[in-house]
Every structure is written in C-alpha cells, then in structure tokens.
C-alpha cells in the first residue's frame, strides 16, 4: 500500500512540475549558420527538402522580412545577445578562435532578462563570441568570463567555428576529456614544431581546402583547419559526431529545466551548415546539392530531434521556438566540396530571389530564414512580411516577461513581441544592416539605401557579390528585391533621407 502511495505521490509531483513549467513558456531559439533564406523548402527551395523546418512554419508564422543585423556570424550573435548593434563596439568581426570574450559582462543581455524572471538558461553548440579575459587563452583550466558570466547557466559549446582551433568541446567553460600530460596550446600565426598542418601534407586531407582562404592550418579528423594547435589529442572531436552531441546536449538540458521545476531559455546554435561541411555518415551522399545538401539534410533533422523532445516531454504546446541564422549563404568558403558546382548545375538559389550572400551588403546577406511557432497563442500557417530585426528579441521577450531593462541603459532592442506572436502587424521603422567591411545599410519603407565604401564588387575566393561601391546606392525593394537598379540619382533627397536618420543613429 505504501508503494502504490509513494508511486502516485511519485506522478502527481511529477505532473505538478509539469504543470509549474507550463505556466511561462519555454523559449527555444534554433539559431542556424550560414543558412539562406532560399535554402528552405518553405521558402521556395525546389531542389533539398527541409521538412522539420516546413513544419515549423506550417504550425507557426513564417516571416519573409526578417534580417540578422549583420552579414556575417559573430556581430550577428552579438547583436542577437547583446540587444545591440555590434558596430557599436569595436573587436565585434569575425573572431579568430583564441578571441576573448567580446559581450561586456556588466550589460543587460537576453540570457539575463530570462534569468531575472525565473528561468533555466542554457546555450549548446557554436559560440564565437570569445572566451576569458587574457591572451593567450588558457585552454586547460576553466575560462572565464563565458557564456555564465554574460547569463547562460549551462553552456556546452565549441568556442569559436568548426574550422577554427581549438576542435574541443567545452562544457561549463571546461575543455572535455582533456589530460593534465598533454595540455592544449593555440596560435594564429606559426605552427608547432612537428605540427601537421594542411598546406605542408595535403596528402592527409579527406576534404581539399581552397588555397586562397587559409584552411590549412592544423589537421583533425583529415580536415585542414583555420590556426595551430599542440597537445589536447584525446579532446579533439569529429566533425561527423557534432550534430548528434549537441542534440543530446540539447534534450539534457531541457530535462534538467525540467528536474528543477522551473521554465528554460535555450539558445541552440547549430553548427550546420558552416564549413567545414562533414555530416554524419548517416547524411553523406543524400541530397543532390554535395556536402552542402547533405549538411542541411542533417540540419532539418536536427530541428525534428529537438521538435520530437519537445512533444515527447510534452511541452511542444507552450514552447517558443524562434527558427533563424546568422547571416546569408555561401557556397563555396573555404573547402572543395562540390557545393558551387552542384547548386549551378541544378539551379539552387540559396539566396532565393535576392542578390549577395554571406559577408555582402545587399540583401541576401542578412535577409534570413526567421520563423516563429507557439502552438498555444499561434494559429499555424500564418506569413508575414513584417520587417523584423534579431537584435530586438531582448526588449521583445523582456515585455512578455515584465522584465524592466534597465532605463539608464542603452540598447537598440526594442519590443516588438505582438508582432512577433502575430497578434500585430506593427514593425520596424528601419532596420540596419552591416556587410563585412561595415559600411553600413539602412531599410526604411522598402528602401535600401548602402553607403559609399572601398572594396571589391566581388570577392573573388567566394564568388559574392558585394555591393561595395564608393557611390551612393539606393533600391526599391518593393519593385526591385534583387536590388539590380541603383535609383540615387533619380531620388537625392530619398538618399539624403535615409543618410541622415543612418547617422543619427550611428550618434546614438
């Protein structure tokens, strides 16, 4: 009798938790690289089929206006974090992998406002904001400051990109299965001694590198990498293992949150579909589209592994789950895996009708796949063409919180939540976009104005086209989204228009 007791006391409090979790969503944001806006089936694609993804969308809002803040990965997680343009800051570019941490840890960010209200935050998989507070970085002991520090409670990450040293996971800001006889050590200048490296043993390389982008660093796992790297042998992952572990590391967490009882905020950052692009087994040779498809594959499943924890724990219903990237595509960066050649040869447009890619100022550099589902308060099906920018998400899920940021504080988040959850169609005055060479864009009622710049029209290595343009370029993304007739000169006073709210807003 006391069993039976114990058994139904054992499942009510089990339910009661369930019950407490509930009372507040969940909040998932699965944050993808690299990943276009026509690299989705619900976006148009023909060629790959991304189902999981599809679904999200079919069961929520898909918005088509949706734009990261910058055209490449770190500002764009910055941003996204942070609740500011990372323009803003200076050392916020690319990183390289011994960077140091780059969001001050005395700032507001999202992680904080969903920890102020109670909730369980976890980031799993790429970060790439830097690490600690020294130079070099010491790999073998704790490094901090970190994700805790800017408000995760749990962290299990690579620290920078899979084609970055070091190849090491980290969980708590603690290099895994690390021994204390072959500590890590990392430079971005000059190999080690005795160090194989990609250009001196090309020989070893399972996945040929494009001479002209630097991959041919240290080798792991026959893959030439980005920096140097001595010691850390049984630390070292394969590229083929990463998507399932952050899954699991995923899923973990969620129960975790679920163990305390109390709601959780997890910032997914999936590795896919990044160079250098090495699925696991299971995906390699599925699509037609080369690694590049079969890494997408692999992403969509992801996203289904995640969905199906979700139902299975049964808290699919009052979960936020915000579906976006980083920034536009790329095909070729880095690595000769065939991706150029097979998306000509089938006509895939990751891009979809927009011109640029990753690292550009036109639009398809930050103009990102962006989809929101909450099955509680969202009527599935749902478009929008709202425009909607990441960096808002800090002050938007503060309101849905009653979380108060700080009045003192600057940010350029602001609360766009009704639009978001669909309930408005309210949106962005502007948004500002920053390619990689951070002459900044600006959108204001479909108009696109791209300030004059020094640069290439098209960086060669990557076959993008830039945008860069020492003239001042404006389009009509209404009549003209493939950004293809520059109208400056018919409308100067439009362009003087947008330029001076674009420096007024710089001068903030």
């Known amino acids: ?23 507040r969503p969940n909040v998932l944001i699965i944050y993808t690289d690299d990943v276009g806006y026509g690299d989705l089936s619900c976006n148009g694609a023909k060629v790959i089929a991304t189902p999981n993804i599809d679904r999200l969308a079919q069961n929520g809002i898909n918005f088509s206006n949706a734009h990261a803040t910058a055209s490449t990965c770190t500002p764009s997680r910055y941003s996204l974090l942070s609740g500011r343009y990372a323009w803003r800051k200076k050392g916020t570019n690319i990183l390289p992998g011994d960077a140091n941490l780059v969001i001050p840890t005395d700032i507001t960010t999202l ?16 970060w ?17 400051p970190g994700p805790r520090e800017v408000g995760f409670d749990y962290s299990f990450i690579f620290p920078a990109t899979a084609d970055r040293v070091p190849t090491v996971f980290m969980e708590n800001q603690q290099t895994l299965g690390l021994e204390a006889k072959d500590p890590i050590a990392v430079d971005y200048h000059k190999a080690f001694p005795g160090e194989l490296t990609g250009k001196a043993h090309p020989e070893l390389l399972k996945q040929p590198n494009d001479p002209r982008q630097g991959h041919d660093g240290h080798i792991v796992n026959g893959i030439g990498r980005i920096g140097f790297m001595q010691g850390g042998k049984r630390s070292e992952w394969t590229d083929e293992e990463l998507g399932y572990v952050f899954n699991n590391k995923a899923l973990s967490f969620i129960d975790e949150s679920l163990k305390k009882q109390k709601p959780f905020f997890l910032y997914y950052a999936i590795h896919n579909i990044h160079v250098p692009r090495m699925p ?8 037609k589209l080369g690694y590049r498809g ?3 594959l692999e992403m969509d499943h992801s996203v289904g592994v995640i969905m ?12 936020i789950v915000i579906f976006s990237s980083d920034n536009g595509p790329v095909l070729n960066d880095g690595y000769m895996d065939q991706s150029a050649e097979t998306a000509a040869a089938l006509d895939h447009r990751p891009g979809g009708i927009y011109r640029g890619g990753k690292y550009s100022a036109f639009e398809a550099g930050t103009r990102v796949p962006f989809i929101v589902q909450w099955p509680a308060k969202i009527a599935g099906g749902k478009k929008s063409d709202a425009l909607v920018s990441q960096v808002d998400l800090m002050a938007s899920f ?14 350029d988040s ?26 900044l864009c600006i959108i204001k009622d479909g108009w696109k104005y791209l300030s004059p710049s020094k640069g290439p029209a098209l960086m060669g290595a990557v076959n993008i086209e830039t945008g860069y343009s020492t003239a001042d370029q404006l389009y009509d993304l209404n009549k003209d989204p493939g950004e293809r007739t520059n109208l400056a000169g018919k409308y100067p006073q439009r362009v003087q228009a947008l330029k001076a709210l674009l420096e007024k807003v710089m001068a903030e």
Do not use: C
Request: glycine share 10%; proline share 3%.
């Open 1 to 23: 009798m006391k069993r039976i007791v114990f058994s139904m006391m054992l499942l009510f409090g089990i339910h009661a938790a369930y019950a407490q979790v509930q009372n």
């Open 111 to 126: 992680p904080k406002v969903f920890q102020q209200a109670g909730y369980v935050t976890g980031a799993v998989g790429k």
């Open 128 to 144: 790439h904001l830097g690490l600690g507070s020294q130079s070099p970085v010491n790999w073998n002991k704790e490094v901090t």
């Open 280 to 287: 696991g087994t299971e995906f390699k040779g599925k699509s």
């Open 294 to 296: 079969d890494v997408t």
């Open 308 to 319: 199906n924890g979700l139902k299975e724990r049964g808290l699919l219903r009052n979960t």
């Open 398 to 411: 503060a309101a849905m919180l009653n979380v108060k940021l700080p009045a003192g504080e600057f940010t």
């Open 414 to 439: 602001r609360n766009y939540f009704s639009t978001l959850t669909g309930r408005s169609r309210k949106h962005r005055d502007f948004v500002i976009e920053q390619p990689a060479n951070s002459a």
